[in-house]
């Protein structure tokens, strides 16, 4: 599957790598990320172009840094919790 191209929310992104419970793509310095429960999908999306302000962290510092790393960890946070609900 890497390699191949992926529309999500109206961008085009090349699909980069496919783990056991993550799909990623790219589009320039932009990307998505997707994720499942059992009866769900997750997709994240980073835009570094967007960004203007500053993201609070959830341990209240800040990162001027949107990437990847980001939207990996909320999804896999979103993703366990909905695991451990059955959902």
Do not use: C, W
């Amino acid at each position: 599957m890497p390699g191949t191209s992926l529309t999500v929310a109206g961008i085009k992104y090349v699909i980069t790598r496919v783990e056991d419970e993550f799909v990623h793509g790219k589009s320039g310095a932009n990307g998505f990320m997707a994720a499942a429960s059992d009866k769900t999908i997750m997709v994240g999306i980073y835009d570094t172009t967007a960004l203007s302000a500053p993201i609070r962290g959830e341990l209240g510092g800040y990162s001027q840094d949107p990437t990847g790393s980001h939207v990996r960890d909320a999804l896999t946070k979103t993703v366990d919790d909905l695991k451990s609900r059955d959902y």
